[in-house]
Every structure is written in C-alpha cells, then in structure tokens.
C-alpha cells in the first residue's frame, strides 16, 4: 500500500505532491456513520454550516461553522450529526504523486517550509483548527478549479491546496493541535495585532476585538508566549519599522506613523534599545550608498 501520510518522509526532500481524488459539497441530516470508516487518503472536513460530532482516532469532539479537520490517511474515523441539527460540510481527499511535472509548486513549497517540519513533528492522527484567518473562499475556489478545464488548471490548483495546507501547518505550529481555548484566543490577538498594529492600539482594544476579559487574555498570551501582549506588539512595530527602513525610501521622519507610535522621540528610543543602531544609522549600514544611487544588489549587508 501507498504511503498517503501527510507525514510521508518522502515530502521533506520533495519527491511526491498532492493529488486531489474525491471532492464534494454535502449536507447532512441524522446521520450515523457508526462504525465509521478509514481510507488511505488524507481527508479535509470544513464545516460550512450547522454542527456535527466527529470521532477520530479514539477522540470524540463537536465541530461547528468554520471549523475543519485534517485527518490523516488510514486514521479511523466517524461522523454524526444529531436528528435536531443540520450539518453542511464540504470535504476534500487527496493522495500523493510522484508526477512532478503537473505540481511542481508543491516540492518547491515543501523543500523549504519550516512550518511543515514542524507540523511533521507532531505526528497527529488528525488536527482542528478554527478558521480565523477566513480560508474557506480558498477552499470554495479550489473547488471551482477543479471542475473546470481552463488552461493552467493543475498549477492553480496545487497553489490553492499548496496555501490550505501551508496555513494549516502554520496554525498547528500556533496553537498546537488546535483544541485548546485559550490559545485559540492568542492566535485571534496576534491576528489582530498584525493587522492593527499601525494605528494606536492598547490592550483594552485587543480584548476586546477578540471577546476576551483584558487582563485573562494577558494572562494566557503571556503563559503562552513568554511575552506580554504590549511586548509583542512593540517588537511586531519595530521588525516593520526595520523593514521599511530597509526596503523603502520613506524618510526616516515619517516611519513611525506608518507602524503606530506616535511619538518620533520614543519611536527613535525604542528603535535603538532594540538594534543597537537610530533608525538613521540602521538606513545608512543597511544600504551604505543610499544616498548616491540606488541600493546595491547585495541587501544583505546588514547584519545585527
């Protein structure tokens, strides 16, 4: 038999990519599948609507509208949806290729992702996730692409299965398996912070945005990154502010109001405490000959 695993040893150097074999909309109703089934396919189950309850591996949880659930091939597995519920779900099962030639996306992407040898490392039978990043349209549009036959449909559709399985790695290397509560709410603050951090943001605005008390969600952020909210938002400020300076001509006066601190002062303290350098002098060791040409080739010349 195959080796379907998403933990195949053969993916970290390359050799295979995924091969989508069986893809559908359903919506269920009462409905036991007791005593369930196991293929030798990885399957996604992506709840669209309503709820369901399903059993994996020995492990029994309820799902519910924008969860979904990786399980790997040969994992035992079971669905049921209660006679009071209605479930919509959309699922999707793949196997892996060696043919090369039509998905080479997916061995340039698998070669060099960190997130994957991570996500390898936990060996999971299946993992959950809640969708907080809203990838169903992704999932909605690979689905089109593969009832379709326009040109370039095999590549569009490795890039599309390529970016769902690449956000699920990075979101078990988040928040672990993805069942616990609390970490799910750091992983809704950090979102919201990477998304926020250039307007002028406190704690109160972070809680809030993710329906969390302020000081339990400083608590379980600081349990769970060993920094504190305003830490972490302080230190996402400064790795833009390093980027703009050295990807951008905007004048130095200007880029900490692109990245939320209002104050050039404090922004210029910060900068330094974190670098070593001002933000000036980061510019002029990151390119050397800014200001009499264009930034050289080698952009590597800075180095902390």
Not at 30 to 44: C, K, L, S
Not at 120 to 136: C, Q, R, S, T, W
Not at 138 to 149: A, Q
Request: hydrophobic content about 35%; glycine content about 4%.
């Amino acid at each position: 038999m195959e080796n379907n695993s998403i933990y195949n040893p053969e993916l970290n150097i390359g050799n295979l990519c995924p091969n989508v074999v069986a893809y559908y909309f359903k919506e269920w109703e009462d409905f036991d599948m007791t005593p369930g089934h196991a293929h030798n396919q990885v399957e996604i189950m992506y709840i669209i609507s309503g709820a369901c309850v399903i059993q994996a591996a020995g492990s029994k949880f309820e799902m519910k509208k924008g969860a979904f659930i990786l399980i790997d091939a040969n994992v035992h597995h079971n669905l049921i949806v209660n006679g009071a519920n209605r479930c919509k779900m959309l699922n999707i099962e793949f196997r892996f290729t060696r043919d090369l030639q039509k998905c080479p996306v997916f061995k340039n992407v698998i070669e060099s992702s960190e997130s994957y040898r991570k996500f390898a490392e936990y060996k999971y039978p299946y993992v959950v996730f809640n969708d907080l990043e809203g990838i169903y349209p992704i999932f909605r549009n690979l689905i089109m692409e593969l009832d379709g036959h326009e040109a370039d449909r095999d590549t569009i559709v490795q890039l599309q299965l390529c970016y769902i399985l690449m956000k699920a790695f990075r979101l078990t290397d988040s928040y672990g398996d993805g069942n616990s509560i609390s970490d799910k709410y750091v992983f809704s603050a950090i979102k919201y912070m990477h998304e926020n951090y250039s307007a002028d943001i406190k704690v109160e605005d972070i809680a809030k945005a993710v329906s969390l008390h302020p000081v339990y969600l400083q608590r379980v952020f600081k349990q769970s990154r060993n920094v504190t909210l305003m830490q972490y938002l302080r230190e996402l400020r400064i790795e833009k502010a390093k980027m703009l300076i050295r990807n951008t001509d905007i004048p130095i006066i200007d880029i900490s109001g692109y990245v939320g601190i209002n104050s050039r002062q404090y922004f210029n303290y910060v900068f330094k405490n974190r670098t070593g350098r001002t933000p000036v002098e980061y510019r002029k060791k990151a390119y050397p000959v800014k200001l009499s040409g264009a930034p050289p080739d080698d952009t590597n010349l800075y180095t902390e």
